[in-house]
């Protein structure tokens, strides 16, 4: 029987301490949910590995998706300097796993996810583990979800080719987004913060994570 306490902690020690993660409260998160409980049964044994898990196959024109590599997910989240007094946004909920480590770190979530088959099993996943302030939505990622805004924090879990206009106005004065712009090893860590009705950012890591469904740049028709 695998103890997955044991690989949990060395996950934290390993692959997360040792890229500049010192937030005690993201750390703690990292310590307390079970990865292995947001992978397929067969991955289960390999849910501590330092990479991206596959969590549905790419299907009718959709890309696969994926629970972000631990490494990537706990910098991103310790960008947002996250508080119990936030109200945080997820957008692409996928399997819960970073929904879950978002619990612990606000005060609650909202998590969108265009996947009806995904939303339903992070929902149970995330009852399971006590994530009470925690609310799956299924809908459109990028329009995000308005009827709870303005929050906080928005994070986007997964790459995208750029942020629309109408996520970060759902952000409230002062709130914050996170995000990876752009594809590949050229992508970048962007913190997004709103002040007033414009908004300022700033680049801080290069990574390369997975994609999210969607979020293409509008092509300009040239003549």
Known sequence: MMDFEAARIKMVDNQIRTTDVTSHSVLTAFLTVP?????????????YIDEDMQIAPATDGRPARYIMEPSPLAKLLQLGAITKDDLVLEIGCGAGYAAAILSSLAGSVVAVES???????????????GC???????????????????????????????????????LRDGGRLIAVVGYGNASRARLYVRTGKSYSHNDYFNTAVRPLPGFRRVQEFVF
């Open 115 to 129: 996947d009806e088959a995904l939303a339903a099993s992070a929902t149970e996943k995330l009852s399971e583990l």
């Open 132 to 170: 009470d302030n925690v609310a799956v939505v299924t809908g459109d990622m990028e329009k995000g979800y308005p009827a709870e805004a303005p929050y906080d924090v928005i994070f986007l879990n997964g790459s995208v080719e750029e942020v629309p206009e109408g996520l970060l106005s759902q």
């Open 35 to 47: 990865r292995e409980a947001f992978v397929p049964a067969q991955l289960k044994r390999l849910a």
